[in-house]
């Protein structure tokens, strides 16, 4: 008699325990749709939109366009090359497009100096590189330019120690903006000089030197 009580009242048990889990399984259901149904819209109608990008009204950033002294437009990778000052014993930066269609550090070099040569564009500034000079060859050899010039860059020169200064440190500068750790070796027809004129030492290799800037 008592175990039939306690079969009935465990059947009664596992049944309520089953209509609870049907009760349940239903409110979260019911729950579900009504969350998709009408929560969920409400949410995203009444929500902060955000503004979509629009390219068409992006501001495009430009280099400006560089022209040389016959005013025709330069094209290039711009660099920059340092000419002397008009009435001051400074450099000064001038931006020039330099070709590097073949794009190694020796070429792109003897464009420089070729531009060096050729001299500048801007009224506010003078050469550096006497008159007749050329460049007969350009190395670079573990962090060194060897940079071999004509006879003319020491004859042709005007002399005065600032004069040389500036020379000198016009081809470093303009030279170390490829690699500004780099040094740079004079030569002239393949030879190493003790000096251009007289006032700066040419036998050990010189290095950048932005105070002149």
């Not at 175990?3 to 889990?21: A, D, I, P, S, V």
């Not at 259901?29 to 979509?52: E, M, N, R």
Request: charged content about 20%; aromatic content about 8%.
């Amino acid at each position: 008699m008592i175990q039939n009580k306690k079969r009935t009242r465990q059947k009664q048990e596992n049944f309520l325990f089953f209509l609870m889990g049907i009760i349940l399984l239903g409110l979260l259901i019911s729950g579900y749709f009504l969350f998709v149904g009408k929560i969920l819209p409400g949410i995203s109608s009444s929500g902060t939109k955000i503004p979509s990008s629009n390219h068409s009204e992006s501001k495009k950033t430009t280099l400006p366009s560089l022209r040389d002294d016959q005013g025709n437009e330069q094209s290039g990778q711009a660099m920059n090359l340092y000419f002397a000052a008009k009435g001051q014993d400074k450099l000064v930066k001038e931006i020039r497009r330099i070709s590097t269609g073949e794009k190694t550090i020796i070429a792109i070099a003897i464009n420089l100096i070729n531009e060096l040569i050729r001299g500048p564009f801007s009224p506010e500034a003078r050469p550096l590189i006497s008159p007749g000079s050329q460049l007969r060859a350009l190395f670079f050899h573990k962090g060194i330019f060897y940079v071999d010039f004509s006879r003319e860059f020491i004859e042709n020169h005007p002399g005065g120690a600032q004069e040389e200064v500036l020379t000198i440190y016009s081809i470093v500068n303009t030279l170390t903006e490829l690699d500004s750790k780099a040094k740079v070796k004079f030569l002239v027809n393949g030879t190493e000089i003790d000096s251009l004129r007289g006032h700066v030492a040419l036998r050990q290799f010189i290095t950048r030197f932005d105070s002149l800037l």
